[in-house]
């Protein structure tokens, strides 16, 4: 066993006691939420420009950003401990996010149209792993919605970049299967370029080590340390769920196609974890709540968007 795939273990045994380590974030982010459902704004606002008048949910930030890091981390330890994928917190996840980056969306086209310039690096780079739920899910209308998002802003430079090469993965895979095939990497030496190029190959050999290659690089970076820029793997979020390797895997199983039996030591049998039925997206009291008080606000993330 190599140091990598070690440390990696390592950390992912302690993942189970994830959940208890955002006990307090979680609670002081319902407090942040409550807040805004109660005045209508985040807590401490006072920036106002009555030139150019900001949408009070413009500010919402951390308060729906860290409740998808909650769901996703409870999700991830239910993974780890019981080797099966946690539909429920991850549907809770997903429909945070769906949000989040709906109003990340929405604040960069109105950057561009108040300012005239891209508001660069603003996007994490987490956000991506939205995109790899939403299908594995089978939630493909989500799914093209955070496309969206992405199709405009990739070449753009709205994502804060990290060293890895992940996330370029996801976004360019939807796009040469599900999008518009119009994106290109924006890394030089693009890591995943033959997998893109042959995601439906028939050939199962192939396919394997296309998932091995997946699979071993998220080990790899999962057990750097930070200074080595991969910086969606250096906090307790998307470590030990294989979402590039799922999101392979879910795609050619919708086409029709045939998968192997792809089993990997850092994540155990990953094929196995594939779902067959769409998961309906959840919302939480709190987030109904939430967005009862935007759309009181005017908010509509699909007329805004369109």
């Not at 089978?138 to 998002?149: E, S, T």
């Amino acid at each position: 066993m190599n140091k990598n795939l070690e440390k990696f273990l390592r950390k992912r045994k302690r993942a189970i006691k994830g959940p208890e380590k955002y006990k307090n974030i979680f609670e002081d982010n319902i407090v942040r939420i409550t807040h805004y459902i109660e005045h209508g704004k985040t807590q401490g606002e006072e920036f106002s420009n009555e030139r150019l008048p900001f949408a009070p949910w413009e500010k919402l930030n951390i308060e729906l950003s860290g409740q998808c890091k909650i769901y996703e981390n409870i999700a991830q330890a239910s993974l780890v401990k019981d080797s099966v994928i946690d539909a429920e917190h991850l549907s809770y996840y997903l429909n945070y996010g769906y949000y989040e980056l709906a109003i990340a969306h929405i604040k960069q086209k109105r950057c561009f149209i108040r300012f005239g310039v891209e508001n660069e690096g603003v996007i994490s780079p987490g956000s991506v792993f939205q995109l790899a739920t939403a299908f594995l899910l089978h939630q493909y209308d989500y799914a093209r919605q955070f496309y969206r998002l992405f199709e405009n802003g990739y070449m753009k430079n709205w994502i804060n970049r990290s060293k890895s090469h992940i996330g370029d993965f996801i976004i360019l895979l939807f796009d040469r299967a599900k999008g518009d095939n119009t994106l290109k990497p924006i890394v030089d030496d693009f890591a995943y370029q033959a997998i893109l190029d042959n995601w439906n190959s028939t050939d199962l050999t192939k396919v394997t080590a296309y998932l091995n290659q997946l699979c071993d690089d998220q080990v790899t970076q999962v057990a750097s340390p930070p200074s080595k820029m991969f910086f969606e793997f250096d906090n307790m979020n998307w470590q030990f769920t294989p979402y590039a390797a799922l999101m392979l895997l879910t795609l050619r199983a919708q086409h029709g196609l045939e998968n192997p039996d792809f089993d990997h030591p850092g994540f155990g049998n990953v094929t196995s974890l594939l779902l067959t039925q769409p998961v309906a997206p959840q919302k939480d009291e709190v987030l109904e709540q939430l967005v009862a008080k935007l759309h009181e606000q005017g908010f509509n993330e699909k007329a805004l968007l369109a």
